[in-house]
């Protein structure tokens, strides 16, 4: 699956604060702290090697120990300010508040005791730091979700209590299933439940806004560890693999779709393999890039989504032959 810059640069910090707190780490206790493998270590200490402050030459640059990392030993050096405690503007505080009270207000009945004190008690000391700038702050933050869902989402989470949901799946497809609620996840652009599935005896991520209906039972729900990863929607090998080829306007698809790999060619152009698990989901995926799409493998694919795609279009035919007077009832439009 295709990483996120942004989840790159967090672990880049990370790295740095960890070094910063030993005196050396070897590579293979570095994957095991950040997850991931040897080689993305190696990587990612190559790219903080040539990272720095502005000016950028080389008493600028974060710097290793060269000696210590030919003997698979990464040992910091230089840390060019990187962990010094945070510093806030004005604007990086108001937006904090803003994002603690949406939080709150939004998920914070969801949240247990702990975690519900540790944010209220951080919002409390930034609006404090922020002063009058905190009071033009009015955000919201809701789960696309119906009221009564929402509302069942969050007493099952708080309490610890098994769902009884009705779920409507990509395909268009409703099921009825039992889950013992994990956490909720969100994205930039949806929210999630993650909880265990006793249809299918195993994790999985439910779209909220494909929940049509959820009833808390009075049935304690059972504990179930999270992987690292999990919430993210990873298909497994039993998926089929199709690759698609974009133009570069069409990289936010690898960067908002699970993805295999990705492969950056000599003309801008790019490839991306994914383990498709639902043939709908594709479907509407590459219609939906299909500006950007240069090239489907299989065949296969390509001429199954142009089927669907001409039955579309089909079924406008009938309208654009209608005279306009016939799109029009008796007694009105």
């Not at 570095?30 to 270590?41: D, E, I, K, T, Y």
């Not at 950056?264 to 939906?288: K, M, Y």
């Not at 950007?292 to 989504?305: H, K, M, N, T």
């Amino acid at each position: 699956m295709a990483e996120r810059a942004s989840d790159r640069v967090v672990r880049l910090l990370g790295m740095i604060a960890f070094l910063d707190r030993h005196e050396g780490a070897s590579v293979d206790e570095l994957a095991r702290q950040f997850g991931v493998s040897n080689q993305q270590v190696m990587a990612d200490v190559d790219t903080l090697w040539v990272s720095g402050t502005p000016g950028y030459l080389p008493y600028d640059l974060i710097d290793f120990d060269f000696s210590s990392y030919q003997r698979g030993v990464v040992r910091l050096t230089e840390s060019r300010g990187m962990t010094r405690p945070l510093r806030l503007s004005a604007r990086e505080g108001v937006a904090l508040v803003a994002a603690l009270r949406a939080l709150d207000a939004g998920l914070g009945g969801a949240l247990d005791d702990e975690r519900a004190q540790v944010v209220r008690s951080a919002l409390a000391k930034l609006t404090a730091a922020v002063g009058d700038a905190a009071g033009t702050v009015d955000v919201s933050l809701t789960l696309a979700a119906a009221p009564a869902v929402a509302s069942a989402l969050a007493t099952a989470l708080r309490e610890g209590r098994r769902l009884h949901v009705r779920y409507v799946n990509a395909a268009d497809v409703a099921s009825e299933r039992e889950v013992d609620p994990i956490r909720l996840v969100t994205d930039t652009d949806r929210s999630y439940l993650l909880g265990w599935c006793h249809a299918v005896e195993g994790e999985r991520l439910f779209r909220v806004d494909r929940i049509l209906s959820a009833r808390v039972l009075d049935v304690p729900a059972e504990q179930h560890p999270v992987p690292p990863g999990g919430g993210e929607f990873v298909p497994g090998d039993d998926g089929a693999l199709v690759t698609l080829h974009l133009t570069s306007h069409g990289r936010w698809v690898a960067e908002s779709t699970p993805v295999q790999e990705v492969r950056n060619l000599p003309d801008g152009s790019f490839e991306i393999d994914l383990r498709i698990v639902s043939p709908a989901w594709l479907r509407h995926l590459v219609l939906q890039a299909a500006d950007d799409v240069l090239d489907v493998r299989p065949a296969s694919v390509a001429a199954d989504v142009a089927q669907v795609a001409r039955a579309a279009l089909a079924a406008y035919g009938p309208l654009a032959d209608l005279p306009a007077d016939a799109l029009v009832h008796d007694g009105g439009a």
